[in-house]
């Protein structure tokens, strides 16, 4: 069974530019969560979907911060203006249901540094 | 909300002696508790969860208990071994989404 994929792996950028991120998830999986972890901290949800609809969005800072999952299925992440505060690891997870009580399948991360 | 307090943030221990990490929770409605486990430049991985119906559960080297009344659950690994150093992450299911401790960087010093 394919994993969760995540594009791309490392992102450099300057501060005020704008960045995306793609995911696609487990097959099948109804729910996707963005998460943003920075280093030495557990991770910080962004947003949570089910299937093309927002469970979930009150950490994500919506004056900068986007997310789409227009088919229920893949999902991108965008950033417009970044700022030096954004650099951390943008990981990717996905589950079969939405109930908070199953196993999250995460991705191997963007990895992104704002200079 | 439901807020997620881990501790410790830092433990090292002996190969082969055991290790216990230790999280509390707020909220009384939470029943699904989740240990993940991420080494280092890699992705968090489910090691063992258990549901608020039962007070402990243990797979192979690795055991969590539960306290709902105290609201504290705990992650026990026995014969530590130096594959088990790694960052873990307790997490509590709030709500439809799970709220995650801060990490407890896991050493194991040979």
Do not use: M
Not at chain 1, 6 to 11: A, G, I, N, T, W
Not at chain 2, 19 to 41: H, M
């Amino acid at each position: 069974e394919a994993g969760v994929a995540q594009s791309p792996r490392y992102k450099i950028i300057e501060k005020r530019q704008s960045v995306a991120f793609w995911c696609n998830p487990i097959s099948g999986h109804a729910t996707l969560y963005w998460y943003q972890q920075i280093l030495g901290q557990g991770p910080k949800l962004l947003i949570q979907f089910q299937n093309n609809g927002v469970v979930d969005d009150s950490q994500l800072p919506k004056d900068r911060f986007s997310a789409e999952r227009l088919k229920g299925v893949d999902s991108t992440l965008k950033i417009q203006p970044a700022k030096l505060e954004d650099s951390a690891v943008y990981l990717c997870a996905s589950s079969l249901v939405t109930s908070g009580k199953e196993t999250q399948y995460f991705g191997p991360g963007t990895r992104l540094l704002v200079l | 909300g439901e807020n997620v307090e881990q501790h410790p943030s830092t433990l090292s221990v002996q190969e082969g002696d055991s290790a216990v990490i230790k999280c509390t929770y707020s909220d009384s409605a939470s029943n699904y508790f989740p240990w993940y486990k991420q080494e280092l430049g890699k992705r968090p991985q489910l090691i063992i969860d258990i549901r608020s119906n039962v007070g402990e559960k243990k797979d192979q080297r690795i055991a969590v208990t539960l306290n709902k009344t105290a609201k504290h659950f705990s992650l026990h690994i026995t014969e530590t071994q130096p594959e088990d150093s790694a960052v873990y992450f307790c997490a509590a299911s709030s709500n439809y989404q799970l709220i995650w401790g801060a990490g407890t960087k896991l050493i194991i010093k040979p």
